[in-house]
Nanobody
Framework: QVQLVESGGGSVQAGGSLRLSCAAS????????MAWFRQAPGKGREGVAI????????YYFDPVKGRFNISRDTAKNTIYLQMDSLKFEDTALYYC????????????????WGQGTQVTVSL
């Protein structure tokens, strides 16, 4: 059973930075990717950034390109999300997830999710 624990959320003014962490346990060789998604009130879950297990490549969804950076510490089974130049519209509950099948760009393909960590950006 995979378990994911996010941390690092909080409140920040627009233009500020935050760093999220997601510690994973129970990962198997079938895990294809670990990623960050987010969900704002009244909206669906949207992708933020993906880290692929096989080659450590990364993918960023358009709203965060150039501002966010995803990284991983393989020894600690932890991924990070460095968020810079935060905007009001980045306000959301941020989730860490793992997928073992299908495209990692779609939330429906994820098998496990953490409990989420809140990021609030004020103007």
């Amino acid at each position: 059973q995979v378990q994911l624990v996010e941390s690092g959320g909080g409140s920040v003014q627009a233009g500020g930075s935050l760093r999220l962490s997601c510690a994973a346990s129970g990962l198997t060789s079938s895990t294809r990717c670990m990623a960050w998604f987010r969900q704002a009130p009244g909206k669906g879950r949207e992708g933020v950034a993906i880290s692929y297990n096989r080659d450590s490549s990364t993918y960023y969804f358009d709203p965060v390109k150039g501002r966010f950076n995803i990284s991983r510490d393989t020894a600690k089974n932890t991924i990070y999300l460095q968020m810079d130049s935060l905007k009001f519209e980045d306000t959301a509950l941020y989730y860490c997830g793992t997928a073992s099948r299908g495209s990692c760009r779609f939330a429906d393909n994820y098998d496990y999710w953490g409990q989420g960590t809140q990021v609030t950006v004020s103007l």
